[in-house]
């Protein structure tokens, strides 16, 4: 644990993330949108109730509001604080240097990947006053906040390790930052899209259709599905008995997650330095 | 000790580093000249375990660079051509980011750190932010930066490239300082007549081969074949021009001045003086006979004349 905070990579990101202005800014403006949702929802709900209350039941709608919204913002920001890791010390001409270092290619990457993603937990944490709102007045367990948190926290280890092997496998920031959103876009929009499009179409098929494990399968690595299924454990259990599948889907996804999260970290600490001893087997001696 | 055995490296059709062969003896400065593209960063960035090679290997102090490159990086310190600093950390963070990437103790960079850049002479700028230094300065903080592990061999891709004179001098001047410790450095540069004092031999690349190798006075030795010798005559200039025409060995004879002949010579010294008597011998009134002096630029243009 020791060796890893004194990671000579994650110091020193920390130290440039610190003190860089956009770094405050970036914090500043989520939390105006997060809070500007927020405060907007309480707004338009009591101007719209008679009494002006805003009672536990809305109180639990806006925690779902601003944990979807924060989710987004999430997938957003991942990315663009990843892809840029390896790419981006190649285009400052300063990654040659690091890698002639005795530093493993293990640590650089692990470095680089906490380093951003300690960045997003900063800005999570710095979230939490504003959920505090909900709390006031009530209609959210406390373990579905922490269910909450914790899939954020999946969520972003797993966007930021492809997004460290985009950075890694693509030459220039901007393609593999695209590739990330692409990926992040494929997860959360496209698998939904087509889980919908399977449930409605084997409907066709009348009430009495077999079993249907295909819109299951397409939302373990979903992290808008997941945080659904937490807020509407109904829902969960629609989907858990329509694909005849027993595993809560939270689980599925956990599965999902770690293996991205190892194989594309796999991907990057392989190909971050080149295999000095090349192809040469596969070459004609001469 | 540095050996580089039947290096190679193409990228597809194109050749890089052709079948390179060399030998660097242990606190050795050795200079390698070439014209851009002749294969200088590719050789460097091989030893530099930045790029694997098609073929062949090279050796640092016995270990193959392909085989432990890990083990390399201990050894080495790298310079590359072209190279950027991270703009938000001061000089001494700089260099102790490093140094940490190099698994040195906290307590012994702090105690490093003044004496490199002291050796740099940036002791000044230490809580300077990196960006707001010169390109002199940020040069000679890079080269600070190969040294915190006090590795054993310097490869130093164009150290000077990009500098005004006097950062030049001033970078001349530490990398005698680091010759003087006994530091093997490989070092290249297109102004090799200016680092050519603190080189103990020479590599001349060119289309990704070695095309002369030797001691500074041995490349011109081995270039001497193709002298150019210039010849006063008090007077009958015509008659002379007529003699040196007949000569097999002088070529390319041109009338520079009222009383004084230019041509190329390719023969040894014992050819020349055969010349000088068979000139004499026909009574040419000659004033004088000299040989141009060349110097490792002109040396350069004529090994790589050649190359597009």
């Known amino acids: ?286 | 000790m540095i050996e580089i055995v039947n290096l190679t490296k193409r990228y597809g059709t194109f050749t890089a580093l052709d079948q390179m062969n060399v030998t660097i003896e242990k606190g050795t400065v050795f200079g390698v000249v070439g014209p851009n593209g002749a294969g200088k960063s590719t050789t460097f960035s091989i030893l530099a375990t930045l790029l694997a090679p098609t073929s062949g290997t090279a050796y640092i102090d016995g270990i193959d660079v392909t085989q432990n490159p890990s083990k390399i990086r201990e050894y080495i310190g790298y310079m590359p051509d072209f190279f950027g600093v991270y703009d938000s950390l001061k000089a001494g963070e700089y260099l102790d980011f490093y140094g940490a990437s190099y698994g040195i103790h906290p307590k012994e960079r702090e105690a490093l750190i003044p004496q490199l850049l002291e050796l740099v002479n940036l002791a000044h700028k230490k809580d300077t932010y990196v960006d707001s230094l010169s390109r002199g300065m940020k040069q000679r903080l890079c080269l600070a930066r190969c040294l915190i592990h006090d590795p054993e061999v310097l490869i130093l891709d164009e150290p000077a490239s990009g500098l005004d004179p006097r950062a030049r001098v001033e970078m001349r001047d530490i990398l005698k300082e680091l010759k003087a410790m006994g530091k093997t450095i490989l070092i290249s540069s297109h102004i090799l007549p200016e680092l050519s004092e603190m080189c103990d031999s020479l590599g001349v690349i060119e289309n990704g081969q070695l095309v002369a190798t030797g001691s500074v006075s041995a490349i011109q030795q081995q270039l001497k074949a193709n002298k150019v010798l210039i010849v006063t005559v008090q007077h009958e200039l015509d008659r002379a021009i007529q003699f040196f025409e007949d000569q097999p060995l002088a070529v390319d004879i041109r009338k520079t001045t009222e009383t004084e002949i230019q041509f190329g010579f390719n023969g040894s010294d014992d050819d020349q003086i055969l010349l000088l008597k068979e000139a004499l011998h026909h009574q040419l009134p000659i004033l004088s006979f000299t040989e141009e002096k060349t110097d490792l630029e002109d040396i350069f243009m004529e090994i790589t004349k050649g190359v597009e």
């Open chain 1, 1 to 286: 644990m020791k060796s890893l905070l004194l990671n000579p990579v994650l110091n020193k990101e920390f130290k440039l993330r610190l003190r860089s202005f956009k770094s405050y800014l970036g914090i500043l403006i989520y939390l105006l949108v997060l809070g500007t949702i927020g405060i907007g929802f309480i707004f338009l709900t009591t101007m719209n109730a008679r009494m002006g209350y805003f009672r536990p039941e809305e109180s639990r709608v806006m925690f779902m509001v601003l944990s979807m919204v924060q989710l987004a913002l999430i997938l957003f920001m991942t990315p663009g604080l990843t892809a840029g890791v390896i790419s981006g010390e190649r285009e400052r001409q300063t990654l040659n240097m690091l890698l002639t270092t005795k530093q493993s290619s293990g640590s650089i990457i692990i470095g680089k990947l906490l380093s951003s993603l300690s960045f997003l937990l900063l800005i999570i944490v710095a979230s939490l006053p504003l959920y505090s709102i909900t709390f006031l007045f009530g209609g959210v367990a406390p373990g579905t906040i922490l269910a909450t948190f914790g899939l954020y926290l999946v969520t972003i280890l797993t966007i930021g390790s492809l997004g460290v092997m985009f950075s890694t496998l693509i030459r220039k920031t901007i393609v593999a930052m695209i590739t990330t959103y692409g990926v992040a876009l494929f997860l959360t929009a496209f698998t939904a899209f087509l889980a919908m499009l399977s449930i409605q179409f084997l409907s066709l098929g009348g009430p009495n259709q077999a079993q249907n494990p295909i819109p299951y399968l397409l939302l373990m690595g979903n992290p808008a599905a997941v945080l659904i299924t937490v807020f509407e454990p109904s829902m969960q259990k629609e989907l858990l008995d329509q694909s005849g599948i027993s595993i809560p889907l939270w689980i599925s996804y956990l599965f999902t997650c770690a293996l991205l999260i190892t194989s594309s970290l796999w991907i990057s600490i392989a190909k971050l330095r080149p295999n000095m001893k090349g192809k040469r087997s596969k070459r004609p001696k001469e």
